[in-house]
């Protein structure tokens, strides 16, 4: 019998070694309490995603991520304003993602950038946001995380105009080789979620196939972009599992020794280690 679309994929063997999911939206997957958000997370353990970092879009998604990574030692997360909601971006909308970047559980400045599919918000208010989080990275001294969406020439353009914070992560990455070269020589990493797997996405595939193994990291970006051959069923954190499989595949890779690397990138890119210690 054929699954039903509304169906999670099932959760597939425990990786060899546990990764990290880069960037998820727990709250968008419906976990909206600290058990639901725990039930989430032993799923994903169960398939060897051992830790997630849960990202906020809007100020209200934001403070939801800040606080339930409080419930949970396995989960962090990444506040910032989405590019397609910039088109009102007031001052106390800054002062509180803000005061929610300083908080140590929060790794990241992110889900930020430009993003030129939807028309949502002009490209002269997306310009002012993406700037500004540039700079409340470099303040607080975490990641940026990019959202990059038919963008790649002005988000490079506005980094190398503002410069750049010591760690930029490339979420969802969707270029070419051409593009992931201009990242890897800025020293940027770049996250691959699910579309990697999708069959028709030569280029995309090309560039994971090429990034240097400490500029790699896999996340899911669930609820969207199931991995093949789940595409248009319901994401979750585990389904990096697939994802990570499928790109080892691709680099003619163990999955235990592509595991350690990411693993070791994401500790290293958001200090998850050093986060660890402190507590």
Not at 24 to 31: E, K, M, N, S, V
Not at 217 to 227: G, H, I
Not at 247 to 267: G, K, M, Q
Request: proline share 7%.
């Amino acid at each position: 019998m054929t699954p039903r679309k509304g169906e999670r994929p099932p959760v597939p063997e425990a990786l060899p070694v546990p990764v990290v999911d880069a960037h998820t939206h727990l709250d968008a997957c419906g976990a909206g309490t600290p058990e639901q958000v725990a039930e989430m997370v032993d799923r994903a353990n169960a398939a060897g995603v051992d830790r997630v970092i849960t990202v906020g879009d809007t100020v209200a998604s934001a403070r939801w991520a800040a606080e339930a990574a409080t419930w949970d030692d396995r989960v962090f997360a990444a506040v910032a304003l989405h590019p397609t909601r910039t088109s009102e971006f007031t001052d106390a909308d800054r002062s509180e993602l803000e005061r929610l970047a300083a908080r140590p559980r929060v790794v990241a400045v992110g889900e930020t950038g430009l993003d030129y599919y939807w028309d949502y918000a002009p490209p002269a208010a997306q310009h002012d946001a993406f700037r500004w989080h540039i700079e409340l990275s470099k303040r607080v001294g975490k990641p940026l995380m990019i959202h990059d969406r038919e963008a790649h020439d002005d988000i490079l353009k506005i980094l190398d105009e503002e410069g750049a914070p010591s760690t930029v992560v490339f979420h969802c990455f969707s270029g070419d080789l051409a593009f992931a070269r201009s990242c890897v020589d800025r020293g940027f990493v770049l996250s691959f979620a699910g579309t990697v797997t999708f069959k028709n996405a030569h280029a995309l595939r090309e560039a994971a196939r090429w990034v240097p193994a400490d500029h790699l990291l896999v996340e899911t970006d669930a609820p969207f972009l199931t991995p093949h051959p789940f595409r248009g069923r319901p994401n979750e954190p585990f389904c990096a599992n697939y994802t990570l499989r499928d790109i080892a595949t691709l680099r003619d890779l163990e999955p235990a020794e592509l595991a350690s690397t990411v693993t070791r990138n994401a500790e290293r890119v958001f200090g998850l280690s050093d986060l660890v210690q402190s507590q």
